[in-house]
């Protein structure tokens, strides 16, 4: 009785959630917010009226852009590089998307988590997912996910709420994914909101392929170590 009560609350909490934020979106539609956040010039031009307040629109627009996906943050990114510096500007950006990344994630324990458990087919891969190792292997996946620009920062945010990772493994993972990432979009926020798509295409490689750079090493460096175990 007392598991189906908790139960029942944690739908009515993740379902408050969602609704919340789907009038929210609702709300940046009507407004025309929404198309203010989709273009840079604008979008700096309007922070940079906020004043003091500028910093806490940027970590509050981050963690609406991570935890509603159809809401762009490389934008907001690049404006809080070019608006506030590197060091700032990485700041604010990793706050936001640090806290917007643990909202969706415990949005989907609440709500996904149990519902997938109850599947007889998928408990048995939660299951060994639960296990040291594995937790060890997804900590690494959510850490390497938040190198690359390119991979959905929300999306894997909820599915790895789906999945038993710890909720403090995947803050850690994350926040020590995010740093980099936000470091260098945040440095060379001028040149992105300047840049045409392909210019943008470019630079955003650039910076997956630098902050990928020490992972890839190590992997090469692992794999040639066992392979030299294994031979001898």
């Given amino acids: 009785m007392a598991h189906k009560l908790r139960l029942q609350q ?9 609704i919340g934020l789907a009038v929210l979106y609702w709300a940046l539609m009507e407004t025309g ?11 700096r031009e309007w922070v940079n009226q906020l004043g ?12 609406g852009a991570i935890v509603m996906s159809p809401i762009p943050s490389g934008p907001i990114a690049m404006v809080a590089g070019a608006t506030y510096g590197p060091f700032w500007g990485t700041l604010y950006v990793v ?16 709500l996904g988590y149990e519902a997938a458990n109850r599947w007889s087919h998928i408990r048995p891969v939660l299951t060994w997912l639960g296990k040291e190792r594995s937790q060890t292997g997804i900590m690494l996946i959510v850490f390497a996910s938040r190198l690359v620009p390119f991979i ?15 909720f403090w493994r995947f803050l850690v993972a994350t926040l020590a994914g995010v ?3 936000a470091y260098m979009i945040a440095a060379f926020g001028e040149a992105f909101i300047t840049a045409d798509s392909r210019g943008m295409t470019v630079i955003l490689l650039l910076i997956s392929g630098i902050t990928l750079l020490p992972i890839l090493t190590k992997l090469v460096w692992v794999w040639q170590r066992n392979r030299k175990n294994r031979s001898s």
Wanted: aromatic share 8%; with cysteine; net charge neutral.
């Fill in 33 to 43: 917010a929404l198309s203010i956040l989709a273009d840079k010039q604008a979008l």
């Fill in 52 to 63: 003091l307040w500028g910093p806490l629109a940027i970590i509050g627009l981050m963690v």
């Fill in 179 to 181: 740093i980099p990432t």
């Fill in 152 to 166: 959905s920062f929300d999306a894997v945010s909820y599915a790895a709420g789906l999945t038993p990772l710890a």
């Fill in 95 to 110: 706050i936001g998307a640090e806290a917007g990344a643990l909202i969706a994630f415990c949005i989907a324990r609440l």
């Fill in 10 to 18: 944690r739908l009515v909490w993740g379902a408050s959630a969602l």
